[in-house]
Nanobody, 121 residues
Framework: QVQLVESGGGLVQAGGSLRLSCVAS????????MGWYRQAPGKQRELVAD???????NYVESVKGRFTISRDIANNTVFLQMNSLKPEDTAVYYC???????????????WGQGSQVTVSS
């Protein structure tokens, strides 16, 4: 069973920084992509950032220049460095990974448990 475990959430003041981590474990042959989604109260979940196997990254426009996604391939870990945080960044952040568990298997999406990030003004 593949598990994604997140850490690093918390409460910070506007302008501060926070780093989220997500570690994938279990039966993993290859991770094809990892990313972060967020969901604020009363709003739909949105993609914040992702990174694919080539290293190419993608960010939602509202976080460009402030957030950086990175990975540690050897340890099946993805990070989200969040700088210059704003109150509108307040949300539950969810780690996501597209994982192949067998050499000849198919790719499936997995989710972390969610981490609360609260930015005070």
């Amino acid at each position: 069973q593949v598990q994604l475990v997140e850490s690093g959430g918390g409460l910070v003041q506007a302008g501060g920084s926070l780093r989220l981590s997500c570690v994938a474990s279990g039966r993993i042959y290859r991770i094809h992509a990892m990313g972060w989604y967020r969901q604020a109260p009363g709003k739909q979940r949105e993609l914040v950032a992702d990174i694919v196997s080539s290293g190419s990254t993608n960010y939602v426009e509202s976080v460009k220049g402030r957030f950086t996604i990175s990975r540690d391939i050897a340890n099946n870990t993805v990070f989200l460095q969040m700088n210059s945080l704003k109150p509108e960044d307040t949300a539950v952040y969810y780690c996501n990974a597209v994982i192949q568990i067998y050499q000849l298997g198919t790719q499936r999406a997995y989710w972390g448990q969610g981490s609360q990030v609260t930015v005070s003004s």
